[in-house]
């Protein structure tokens, strides 16, 4: 019995050293693992350090204290951990481990960003956590260059091999140092940050419930504080090793787009300074953010930026918007939306309902504002909808680049080629005070388009209006229609125009004005035998070509809407006749004119009969129909007109009627 008794303490004794013999064995064989981590790190020129290393046997749980790390890239970067503590640790394969859970206590990281100043950025994380951890079992090998640029790219494709149920820090403080006074410095915090099902690189969502930030800058000598608070800041399916390819110089020859961000969203954003406006959006949201290697070599980008404070000369300022157009081309978004947007001054602030636009290719699909809200001292300004048509912003920034140099002013092309940057404009529901009056102008819709560029010069245009406004009574133009009673004036335009090159034809068609209570008019104007030549932004050879075109069929159509009556009224005022009288008069003096002037043309005298009908008799409609007899020099008409205008008439056959 007391044999056996022995035997059984000998067990306990025998199992219990054993145990705590392969805990220490397990132990040591960490250590030098992690010795060996750290070691990699400095055989690769940087600096690495830690303090104790425990491991629990029993829980699994890893513990390290006391971390230092330094990169050799130059700037380097600097990374600090008073402890990482990994729990429920496993390996399910030879080149993989994993946790239940990691936490970091008191992380700092401090990066410098070689961007012409001596950028300076610092993080800190009182605590970050990480659950259902999956990770490679070594460190990747280092980059061969010492570019800061190559680390990241390192850090995003590392981070691509990692698994995790999400990755959490309840706060995150920063500061950012420019290193230059009129740059400044600033300070910013995040709550809550958190990310969500990462696998694949991949992220499902990451959000900071808030964020806020401090900048504080001297531009022109005097102090400058601007402070900014973000809400609900989240990015759904987010793609890092999409983002990494723009890092990689491999792929400086990939034309493709790669998605990042499905959306992007943010709550309301205040932005305030000390003596400028105070600045909120209520929401913010960005879909299908995507990105193009081939144009955002950002490495590239960096190198172009000059250092310190001088002046970059024409060929540096050149170069950098040529790498911002880059920027635009290489940079794709589905569609933003900002919403609610405000700003308040001191002489008055405004409200913007919403302003979208979309990306692709440096161009926008349509840049739009909605629901503006102001005020001037005059009284309220309001406006519906604001659009420009396909902007391009990288032709834009190229062609800006050329102005650079003041010693070389563009060329008239040049300036000219602005206007194909925008395919065009859009205006609705404008509402403003019209000078001092205390009445509001009001546009209902001003839309222009152009296009079919030869060269910079578009030959194809189209303008429609809508307009209404309070007549000026100190304008010596306006005061005979006041005299008749009219407080205002309502325009409607309709015009277009149109080359087309096969048929050597240019037209304006429609061509419709409608002045409100007075005149409605119509024409179709057509040219022949319009050369290409003719578009030529050489003065002396459109001019030279100019002398080829032909005047082709004019059609024109008046309705009278009161404007005849309005006339009749006007000139009885001055002769001091009555009305019924100043009628004849002026239908008179038409008759008389014509049999005079034109009495070996039968279609000048027929055409002014039926002037002289449409003004006898009122809200009728008169139309002329103008056909050239033979080629007509369109040059020569236009001579001809301001020197005989009967002259001009006589060389085309003319078909006139008035009707009700």
Known sequence: ?????????????????????????????????????????????????????????KSRTLRVDD????????????????????????????????????????????????????????????????????????????????STIDLYRLLIEQFGALTASSITAPSVAGTM???????????????NLALRDIKAGRIAAATIDRMTFTATSQPKGKPEKVTGDLANLAAQD??????????????????????????????????????????????????????????????????TIPSGTAQPTPAQAREMMERMAKIYEGVRIGNAEMRGFSMEMP???????????????????????????????????????FALKSVDIAGLLRMTAQFSNPAQPPSPDLALGMISLIEGAELKGFTAPYKNTGRPLNVDLVSLDWGQFVGPIPSKARLTAK???????????????????????????????????????????PATVELGGMLKASARVSLANVPREVFSINPLQAAAMATKIEAGTIELTLRDLGGVDLAVAHYARTQNISRDAARKAIVDDIRNSATTSGASDADAVAAAEALARFIETPRTTLTLKLTPVGKVSAMQLFQALKLDPLDALSKFRIESTTAL
Do not use: C
């Open 1 to 57: 019995m007391v044999k056996i008794l022995l035997g059984l303490v000998a067990a306990v004794v025998i199992a219990v050293g054993g145990f705590f013999g392969f805990e220490y064995y397990t132990q040591h064989r960490i250590t030098r693992e992690v010795d060996a981590a750290f070691e990699q790190i400095r055989a690769s020129g940087g600096k690495a350090s830690h303090g104790k290393v425990s491991f629990d046997l």
């Open 67 to 146: 971390i230092a790390t330094e990169s050799a890239t130059q700037p380097p970067m600097r990374v600090k951990v008073a402890s990482i503590t990994a729990s429920g640790l496993g390996q399910p394969d030879a080149t993989r481990f994993s946790a239940d859970t990691i936490e970091a206590i008191d992380l700092e990281i401090n990066a410098s960003m070689p961007a012409g100043a001596d950028w300076q950025v610092t993080y800190k994380m009182p605590r970050i956590a990480a659950k259902d951890f999956s990770g490679p079992a070594s460190l990747p090998r280092p980059p061969a260059s010492s």
């Open 177 to 191: 140092n420019s290193g230059n006074p009129a740059l400044g410095k600033g300070e910013f915090a995040y709550s």
């Open 238 to 303: 987010v793609d890092t090793l999409a983002a990494a390819a723009i890092l990689d110089p491999k792929r400086a020859n990939d034309d493709q787009y790669y998605r990042v961000y499905r959306q992007i969203s943010a709550g309301a954003y205040t932005i305030t300074s000390g003596q400028g406006p105070v600045v909120r959006i209520e929401g913010l949201t960005a879909d299908d953010i995507g990105a193009r290697p081939s144009r955002l070599q950002l490495a590239a980008l960096l190198a």
């Open 347 to 385: 002489e008055g602030g405004f409200k913007l309902a919403s302003m979208r636009f979309s990306l692709e290719n440096g161009k926008t699909g349509e840049f739009a504002v909605e629901g503006f809200d102001g005020r001037t001292p005059q009284g309220p300004v309001k406006l519906s909808r």
């Open 467 to 509: 307009m209404s406004g309070p007549l000026d009574t100190t304008h010596p133009g306006q005061r005979m229609l006041i005299a008749a009673g009219l407080d205002k004036m309502a325009i409607d335009l309709d015009l277009g125009t149109a080359w087309t090159e096969a048929s050597r034809s240019f037209v304006l068609e």
